[in-house]
């Protein structure tokens, strides 16, 4: 028993403590060519195959950017839809360079799961969706609701949490199959639905007769800074990964999109000119060409572009920029400064 | 005999049969007109977008016009659709071949080896100008098709060992087989692809990873081999002593005996169980959606989860049950048709 207890030990510990060495993985990847990307299985709006098969979505976006950086080629990427069992080992066993799928940034994940987040590409939360006609003006008014809810997810615990918390009561109807648990909300036999708030977005666009007779209250009841992870242990790759993300913000902030960078060049505004790589230097610390930044503005375009592209105004779940705004619009965006 | 007097004779013949068919039809006018006027007078066919549904109120068969080359082909590159197409075509082709008793000659062994072959370029490519496409673009109808024909061909000759080996005389080679089957069959079929796709990756050194079709393929293949394995095993019970004893009076070898005659006798008996299991293993290729792979239902559900269609998901799944349908009822037909046609000599 205790030689067993030893050896599975041993062999877990063997395989957490595989930390590639420090640059190991820029390195790697250059090598190989392309940027091995873990997305979500379809998740319109954030990963999913388009209807000719190709991948789009905001964590599409973020694979599509480091490629851009590293290789001057947004296109150079592998995907690899993982489930969401799927993803943590994967990402652990070298599977993927990179995870960008919807996942929470949280204490346990961030050091028992041996992995390092980059920096939130969206700010989602859990929240409900009624009727207008029900009259409800906030999460508060829902004591004795019954809630449709999908089963074994966080959701269904942050449900829990939050009505305990309120001192409130709800009937939960457990539904395992998402289209099912739709259209029984739709048909009237819940006073409410409770998922990701874009989640809920998506769900009205789609699948409301008429999209205007739902509400999504304003409250939110569980923090979901979705963040793309890297292995722990590489600093290198984690940067390069992070200031590719900051490089789509800070473009935003700046107010360059795809269509004016190439015209930003000659720029006079000295910060632009380091973004861009006209003054030399942040390539060069990063590990990358001089041009990094300048390809992922011109290939992905700024994180506002991408927003309004794959979940906001230009997509079908026309979702608010909310917390994810920049900070000058009273949002969470907020580039660290490339100099 | 005229219709009238057929009804009578058959649907009329006594009050209770009376009561039946009265109550048969009344059921059939309940649901036969709202499903027709759904499906096909009040469908949308031919392009556009949701809102065209919408407003059709009916079936969405739009959807299918819309969404037809993500379902059946999933991720792989658009502009190259043609070489899995063709490679289904090639296959289907093949399998009506296959299916002739006249063609049973050792030259389609030959066949299938470079059917697979021309399948396989023109899947991976990466030769003669195609275009390569790794494995993990690979979706849809052709990678159900890959992953059940592939499993159940290695299967099948693998099972037909373990059968053998169960009632092997030499202990090792008996014990290795219980325990071979026993285990895989005592374990679902979701964990087998699970431990192929979560653990197994861990216990590799970094960076070697095993391509995830062949790991669903394998897990595929050991898991049926064992059931399978049991169906053939039921078939060698079946065949009587003498049998055996008669090919070790006329000097026959082990393997010659077993060849040429208790197996072709043992499978001709356990033809529905066998194509059973391969209908079995055929639908469970749905699983394979766990190990991130893309085969027809996944590809279906991927159309779907655009939010505009969202709520037609009805009209897809029926799609994905009519080629899940069509390919199982094939086989069901055929195997029936091969036990009457090898069942000539006994009558």
């Known amino acids: 028993m205790r030689i067993a207890r030893t050896l599975a030990t041993a062999i877990v510990g063997s395989v957490l403590a595989l930390p590639a060495l420090a640059g190991a993985t820029l390195d790697a990847v250059k090598a190989r060519g392309f940027v091995q990307c873990g997305v979500n299985l379809g998740l319109y709006g954030f990963s999913a195959p388009d209807d000719k098969g190709n991948w789009a979505g905001l964590d599409v976006d973020v694979c599509r950017a480091v490629a851009a950086a590293l290789f001057g080629d947004a296109n150079k990427v592998k995907y690899t839809p993982l489930s969401a069992q799927q993803r943590l080992p994967a990402l652990q066993a070298g599977e993927v360079d990179l995870l960008a799928r919807n996942t929470t940034w949280t204490l346990t994940r961030d050091t028992a799961n041996g992995l390092d987040f980059t920096t939130p590409n969206y700010f989602d939360g859990q929240g409900f969706m009624v009727s207008r006609k029900l009259g409800v003006k906030s999460g508060k008014d829902l004591d004795g609701a019954t809630i449709c809810v999908l089963p074994g997810t966080t959701t269904e615990q942050n449900l829990a949490d939050y009505f305990r918390a309120n001192k409130m009561s709800f009937k939960p109807v457990v539904i395992e199959k998402n289209e099912e648990l739709n259209s029984a909300f739709f048909s009237g036999r819940c006073d409410a639905l409770s998922s990701d708030a874009s989640q809920l977005a998506g769900i009205r666009a789609g699948q409301a007769a008429n999209p205007d007779e739902w509400v999504i209250l304003p409250d939110l009841i569980s923090k979901e800074p979705l963040t793309p992870a890297v292995r722990q242990g590489d600093p290198q790759w984690t940067d390069v990964v992070r200031w590719s993300q900051y490089a789509m913000i800070y473009a935003e902030e700046k107010g360059v999109t795809s269509r004016t960078v190439s015209s930003s060049l000659k720029s006079p505004d000295p910060d632009l000119q380091r973004l861009l790589g006209v003054t030399a230097g942040n390539g060069k610390a990063l590990g990358l060409d001089e041009r990094w930044a300048f390809n992922i503005i011109m290939q992905v375009g700024n994180y506002g572009e991408s927003f309004e592209r794959n979940v906001g105004k230009e997509s079908r779940l026309k979702l608010d920029r909310g917390l994810n705004a920049l900070y000058t619009n009273g949002g969470l965006m907020y580039a660290m400064p490339p100099r | ?347």
């Open chain 2, 1 to 347: 005999m005229n219709p009238s007097s057929w009804i009578k004779a058959n649907l009329f013949n006594s009050p209770v049969n009376s009561l039946l068919t009265v109550l048969a039809l009344a059921l059939l006018g309940q649901v036969v007109p709202p499903l027709v006027d759904w499906a096909v007078v009040r469908a949308s066919w031919g392009p556009g977008d949701p809102e065209t549904c919408r407003r059709a109120g009916g079936a969405c068969w739009t959807l299918l016009t819309e969404k037809h080359r993500l379902m059946l082909f999933g991720v792989y590159p658009y502009d190259q659709h043609w070489r899995p197409l063709l490679a289904m075509a090639l296959f289907v082709a093949l399998l009506a071949v296959s299916a002739n008793r006249r063609f049973w000659r050792p030259w389609l062994g030959g066949a299938w080896l470079l059917t697979v072959v021309v399948i396989g370029i023109l899947m991976w490519g990466g030769v003669l100008g195609l275009v390569p496409v790794e494995t993990s673009q690979w979706g849809g109808l052709p990678l159900t098709l890959v992953i059940a024909v592939l499993a159940i061909a290695m299967a099948f000759p693998f099972s037909i060992l373990l059968a053998l080996g169960r009632r092997s005389e030499l202990p090792a080679i008996k014990a290795l087989s219980v325990g071979y089957i026993e285990l895989v069959r005592g374990v679902p079929l979701v964990s087998v692809l699970f431990m192929a796709s979560v653990m197994f990756p861990l216990f590799l050194p970094e960076g070697i990873t095993i391509d995830k079709v062949l790991r669903a393929l394998v897990g595929m293949t050991l898991f049926t081999a064992a059931y399978l394995a049991e169906a053939v095993r039921g078939g060698l019970q079946a065949i009587p002593k003498g049998q055996f004893e008669a090919a070790d009076a006329l000097g026959l070898s082990y393997w010659q005996g077993m060849r040429l005659i208790v197996l072709p006798q043992a499978l001709r008996l356990v033809i529905p169980p066998i194509v059973n299991q391969f209908i079995t293993c055929f639908k469970d290729t749905s699983l394979v959606t766990i190990v991130g792979l893309y085969d027809l239902l996944a590809a279906t559900k991927a159309a779907l989860n655009d939010p505009g269609w969202r709520p037609f998901f009805v009209e897809g799944y029926l799609a994905a049950a009519a080629v899940y349908f069509c390919f199982c009822f094939f086989m069901s037909r055929y195997s029936q048709w091969l036990e009457r046609e090898l069942a000539k000599g006994t009558r």
